[in-house]
């Protein structure tokens, strides 16, 4: 439906993608059974922390039996991921980043965006 194409969407979830990969700050906290990545950012960074964070918690909860908790903070998010123990050392290995890239949806979500419809079930 071209009436509902919307490329300026996926200009602007790729520019937050942009700004959580390269000028978010993201620190580590091991905690039982899996991690917490605190990230923060100032003004345009903050906002794509807690729009992308929150987005991908809720589209990876369960896969794998990971779950994923995101809460804002006033300056990011904070995304909590506990894991089966077997899967303990990958999240570590993943860290951050490597988290926000798990997951076979993208290409599809680019797509949903761009589209103009909802991608975030």
Known sequence: ?????????????LI???????????????????????????G?????IQRMVTAHAAIMNGIGNWKFTATTTEVGANLTV????????????????????RGMHHQEHHLMIARGDNPHH
């Not at 345009?44 to 794509?48: A, N, V, Y």
């Open 1 to 13: 439906n071209w009436s509902k194409v919307n490329i300026e969407a996926l200009r602007q979830h």
């Open 16 to 42: 937050d993608m942009d700004n959580v990969t390269l000028h978010a700050d993201a620190k580590s906290e091991p905690l039982e059974g899996g991690m917490r990545f605190i990230v923060s950012g100032n």
């Open 82 to 101: 506990v894991t089966p123990p077997k899967d303990a050392g990958k999240l570590r290995a993943l860290g951050f980043i490597g988290v926000m890239a």
């Open 44 to 48: 345009q960074i903050k906002e794509s």
